[in-house]
Nanobody, 128 residues
């Protein structure tokens, strides 16, 4: 089981950067598929980026080239570096983890319901 807690959200202007972090207080971190999702008001939760147990990373088209996901398996920290932020990136960002998702299913387009472990979320607001 993973116990996740996000931090690093805030308010920035368009073009700015933020770095989100997710700390895991559980165990077996290195064997989990890890992901960042986001949810804007009135919209469905969408996958932003994932990183599988081998360190392979995947991004949604909307953030590719601007966001970078990474994991530190020793410190058990998942990060999301967000550059060139746009107003449409405004959302609540969630860290998610699942130990049963194999690499081919550890993708941003995997349904959020497939992930068993979630953090409480951190708000990102980008103003124009």
């Amino acid at each position: 089981q993973a116990h996740l807690a996000e931090s690093g959200g805030g308010s920035v202007q368009s073009g700015g950067s933020l770095r989100l972090s997710c700390v895991d207080a559980g165990s077996a971190w290195s064997r989990f598929c890890m992901a960042w999702f986001r949810q804007a008001p009135g919209k469905e939760r969408e996958g932003v980026a994932t990183i599988d147990v081998d360190g392979a990373t995947y991004y949604s088209e909307s953030v590719k080239g601007r966001f970078t996901i990474s994991r530190d398996n020793v410190k058990k920290i998942l990060s999301l570096q967000m550059n060139s932020l746009k107003p449409e990136d405004t959302a609540m960002y969630y860290c998610a983890a699942d130990k049963y998702l194999v690499s081919r299913n550890c993708k941003p387009n995997t349904n959020a319901s497939r992930f068993d472990n979630w953090g409480q979320g951190t708000q990102v607001t980008v103003s124009s």
